[in-house]
């Protein structure tokens, strides 16, 4: 049962989330719909390629640094926003909010290990594909009451773990134009 808190910040992510993706539930690192995960190269807390960098031709940062197509997470650093996830799996609710002209999109859930992954290439579940009501912008939110771990992993109750939620929208724009959200988990028993 959602605490007043809860279901406050659940409606505060609904009303943010007017283009891309929001995970609604669990928390996620952070918005990065408006906003970037820009870091010091100096930071020694960043691990290198956990972050997903745009370089120009000339080597340079590109803009944005970060932002939801950037692979693996968005430009999110790490965060201390952890939400607690049963060992079995959990829910995951998300607000895919769309842009005009993406009445339909696929999604993947996938999870990676420990603190800061570097990859993200373990599957929760299957490909699938939703379909909006229209054509114009959607602002609903939808709930996978039951995600499970992905298959051969057994956390133990206090192990760190990241969801990543992709979002591939209709026109594709490129290969790698996907819409990415990411929940930080720490596994207890239930």
Known sequence: MFRFAQLVSLAACASLAAAHIVIVYPGWRGNNIHTNGTVSDTDATI????????YEGNGTYGFPYGMQWM????????STNRTKWPLSGGA??????????HAS???YIN???GNEPLNYSHSAVPVFSI??????QYNGTFCLP???LPANYTPKVGD????QVIELAQHGASLYNVRRALAILLFFNT
């Open 47 to 54: 691990k290198p390629g956990s972050l997903g960098i745009n």
């Open 71 to 78: 692979y693996p997470c968005g430009g999110m650093p790490m």
């Open 92 to 101: 995951v609710s998300l607000q895919p909010g769309w842009f005009p002209g």
């Open 105 to 107: 999109a696929q999604f």
């Open 111 to 113: 999870m990676g290990y």
């Open 131 to 136: 379909t909006g009501p229209s054509n114009v």
């Open 146 to 148: 039951q995600v499970p």
């Open 160 to 163: 760190n773990a990241t969801i």
